[in-house]
């Protein structure tokens, strides 16, 4: 008969084999969940840089509209778009659209504006694209100030 010392020779070698296997795949899950939670927050910070370059574009027209107008009419180009600079701003687009009507018995402007920001190109895994609009009024006649619609 033999031993039974004998007969278990070699299941050490199988349960170490196994474990390094398991250990392997438990580390490269890790490394890519670390990838994934990487990707996700650079998508994150390009989302919000975009959102805030839509506001800036936004802020801009909002600020041409309401300054006071030359000859009569309001400083509302109908689409712009420019480039900002500045620390994480680069690479974004912003298109800035505006819209005035006029109502002449009170001599009121009415802005419709959109900004659209854009950062990378449409179908990439980096792209982002925001967009805000606003609606105002501002009297023509009004002193700096003493805007009422």
Excluded at 37 to 57: D, E, P
Aim: with cysteine; aromatic share 6%; glycine share 8%.
């Amino acid at each position: 008969m033999r031993n039974s010392a004998t007969r278990q020779r070699g299941v050490a070698l199988v349960n170490a084999i196994f474990l390094i296997v398991a250990l392997a795949a438990l580390g490269a899950y890790m490394v890519s969940i670390g990838g994934v939670q990487q990707a996700t927050t650079n998508q994150a910070l390009i989302n919000a840089r975009t959102l805030i370059a839509a506001r800036a574009g936004l802020d801009w027209a909002i600020h041409r509209a309401i300054a006071p107008p030359t000859a009569g009419t309001g400083e509302c180009s109908s689409s712009t778009t420019f480039g900002l600079t500045g620390y994480g701003l680069d690479n974004i687009q912003v298109t800035v659209e505006c819209v005035s009507s006029l109502y002449s018995p009170a001599t009121v402007y009415i802005y419709q504006i959109t900004s659209t920001a854009r950062y990378g190109t449409a179908g990439s895994l980096d792209y982002a694209e925001r967009k805000v609009d606003a609606t105002l009024c501002r009297t023509a006649s009004a002193a700096p100030g003493l805007n009422r619609c």
